[in-house]
């Protein structure tokens, strides 16, 4: 069953009195308890079409022009606003990428998920009491692996470190059970074993949880450790879409084909073989 | 092995930590003893992520901070005393992380350039810019434009050109290539290659990315919370990594192939805050 | 900004992009827009802004110009005409005559050119000089910042109005000491400005690279930082010119400022409100002249800010 589905959606932004048309007819589908990959590089499109199913893009100076996306068989950019509402946020939830500016400082971390329980909890007509939102908050730091989530409750975002941060913004994001992860290039902004971690624990959790993830990401690496399906943008248009391992193994386009070999390999110099020449290497090549 | 352009012997840098009250109460070991030597001609990385003191190293290589203890030689000379002087500054140069940052919004690229050119004449320092332009492969034109009108690629290349116009020996590149989308730093790579071949130059290779150093760099340093745990042949330390750390932070590192999945040692990842690199090794152990 | 004007686009856009074909992807090239289109863009786009402009424009066109434009030059003096005290707006008279038959709408012309003199004066004096400092805090830090920003706090702390009053009693009160007087206080603003702007860009990148290739102080004081504070300067600056304007006009109000027949809007303020409700127009007139010289630089400010802020996104 498909979950999320998009349609020809195509979005054009004005700026300076010149209209650039930013996505040509992207369609994608996101199964219920899958894990999709949107990956593409800057200007390729996968920040706006991700804010385009999150109702994020600001019109003006954007503009959908065409297109639908449906979210278990409803079209969310005909629905009434309210009930729009009611779906972001609920059912499917976003980790935001960045964990310094999403967090506001001047509140604890338990003050702000609680806030954000509360809206949830009264958009979908739910009866919970402070103490009921508090073991939910407990619960969900918890869930995220959190040593002492009473204490984190209780921290502000700057008593924090960069990696537990991200783990309160995917904690955010589980609050209201959601059946939908959209995950925008998390971990980038934290170091390679914090992101490892990171990755690692949104797999766990949308295997134990039966959720579906849509990554947006432009990591291959990350690509090929999250995710069993995958759509590459590039200039606004998906280019490709195959599942992961067959991307990595055969690539159709040559914008694929290209962007793979322009990835740097653990295993040592493929970087520079695409001009024919070997880098300059000390040690043996295995 | 042609004699070492560079050591750093013991070298160390630690800042006070001050009470509110501006009394003394301890000292954060930036970099903690560290020591290395890059060969004329070499490309030695540094590998670390953030807090692992390779800026600092970067820095105190500039000028821009002095060591607390310790020496760097350049050419088997002491630079303290003569790091701040022109001389000097003409030998050694830096490329900046984020090339939006480190050209002034409000010069143009010639006027960028030509800073460290002031001693020649208009015209000579016309073609010194053209000259210098061509090196990195840009249009004569673009010493016109402005920073906000070129591409983050270009941009680096222009950093680059500029760190170039004093014909240094020895390179800085501190993360050069990580605010950058992967084919773009595929070819920055490329032409810091074909450079470096040209002119015989030596480069200190700072990054994160330990995928890039593997094809970058000849000789490798892994820096842990100010110290060097492990330094050796490139090759050598990816294909058998001796300290806690280095296996961790190769296990780290998102991948897109089989063959490179099998090089990454199987460790645990660890959870929450980073340890020290001897309580790592204990947890290894254990 | 004049040398960034609307350079001819097609011509560097034609050129040869000569980026290698190292690999077959190409790099995205940003949008070619000139700064100066799209700063235009944004100013021509936004009709406060542009009003203000055209204020500030007639006003100075209308101060410069004043001995060709107004009707009735010679009433700028001590000229006395009892036949035509306080005639109501008409159209030998558009604002209408003072208690002694002058021609207020000449006055009020006069009194604009004292206004924007005032304002260029103690600017031009308060700008550099605080800029100066501020650059040289910001930048050497350590003794030097705590000297001028701890004189920056004293001067501060003065009592402006205490202070001009003081300088009135001991010199006779003319318009030269008033301008000397809030130059001498007016420069901290823009110190304080400058100063917090130097030390935001002291840690940039690009500075850190200037040294890093051995240019001089000099050079990074006043080819690299201070570009970068041009436009919060001129955004302060338009701004300023209004407050001055207003506090110059409120201390010949007061009658510290330019001293009659010298024909002030302060002054004629004051002077109208002898004759107030009757002969209504002696005060109003000047007081709206006041009151549209210090809303078109205010406009102007705002819609400078707007101009600039696009070179601000990178």
Redesign the interface.
Known sequence: MTLLSVRDLSVSFTT???TTQVLHDVSLDVPACSQIALVG???SGKSVTMKAIMGLLSTPPARINSGQIFYDGEDLLTMPPARRMALRGTAMSMVFQDPMSSLNPVFTIGDQLGTILKYADRRLGRQRGRAGRRARVAEVLAQV?M?EPERVAGSYPMQL?G??RQRVLIAMALLSEPTLLIADEPGTAL???????I??LLKDLVEAKDLALLMIT????????TSSYVYVMH?GRVVEEAPTERL?AAPAE??TR???????????????A??GEA???????? | MTRPLLEAVNLAKHYPVKSPLGFKTGAVRAVDGVSFSIPEGGIYGLAGESGSGKSTIARMIMGLTTPTSGALLLGGRDIAGQAGRRAYRSKVQMVFQNPGSSLNPRRSIGQSIAVPLSGLSRRARAARIDELLGMVQLPASYARRYPHELSGGQRQRVAIARALACAPRLLVLDEPTSALDVSVQAKIIDLLTELGRELNLTFLFISHDLSLMRNFAEEVGVLYLGKLVETGPTAEVFARPRHAYTRLLLASVPVISDEEAALRPQVPLIDGEMPTAEQLIAMEQR | MATRSLREEPAAGAAPDAEPPVTTLPEAEPERLSAAYQSWYRFSRNPTAVIGAAIVVICILAAVLAPLITPYPSHVGAVVDFRARHLPPSWEHWMGTDNVGRDILTRVVYGMRISLLLAFVVLGVAVPVGTLLGLAAGYFGGWVEVVIMRLTDIALAIPGLVLLMAVATVFSPNLLTTMLALAALWWTWHARLIYAITRQLRSQEFVEAAETLGASTFHILFREILPNCVSALAVKTSLDCGFVILTGAALSFLGLGAQPPMPDLGTMVAGGTNYLPDYWWGSVMPGCAVLVIALGFNLLGDGLRDLFDVQEIR
């Open positions: 300076y009195g010149r590089e800057s200007g692996r040593r470190s990696g537990m170091d390679v074993t914090t992101q490892a971690q990755l690692k432009h990591n291959l690496g990350v690509v090929r450790e200039k990595f040559q914008y290209d962007l793979i070999a322009a990835v740097p390999r653990l295993t040592g110099p493929a970087l520079t695409a001009t880098a300059r290497q000390g040690g043996g090549a295995p």
